[in-house]
């Protein structure tokens, strides 16, 4: 089994940054991709970013150019670096890890970005 758990929200004014943390622990080598997701007040839950284990990075198109997923390995943990940061980009993140066997790590507490006007 794979946990991870979520860090690095916050409140910030509108063009600011943030960087998430999503640290995984137990069979970790049985990660083939991590993904963060957000969910706003009131709407529906949403893909944000992915990074597969070979290093293949995708981006939802309104996180483009201001957004960046990496990894370190030696942590075991994945990171998305969040620039130029917008009101609409507040939001519960949430870090899910998909395993060998396509099974899905449950999803964390979350962590609370928001960003001010």
């Known amino acids: 089994q794979v946990q991870t758990v979520e860090s690095g929200g916050g409140l910030v004014q509108a063009g600011g940054s943030l960087r998430l943390s999503c640290a995984a622990s137990g069979r970790t080598f049985t990660i083939i991709a991590t993904d963060w997701f957000r969910q706003a007040p009131g709407k529906e839950r949403e893909f944000v970013a992915r990074?597969?284990?070979?290093?293949?990075?995708t981006y939802i198109d309104s996180v483009k150019g201001r957004f960046t997923i990496s990894r370190d390995n030696a942590k075991n943990t994945v990171y998305l670096q969040m620039n130029s940061l917008k009101p609409e980009d507040t939001a519960i993140y949430y870090c899910?890890?998909?395993?060998?066997?396509?099974?899905?790590?449950?999803w964390g507490q979350g962590t609370q970005v928001t960003v001010s006007p």
């Open positions: 990074l597969t284990k070979d290093g293949v990075t």
């Open positions: 899910q890890t998909i395993l060998q066997g396509g099974s899905n790590t449950p």
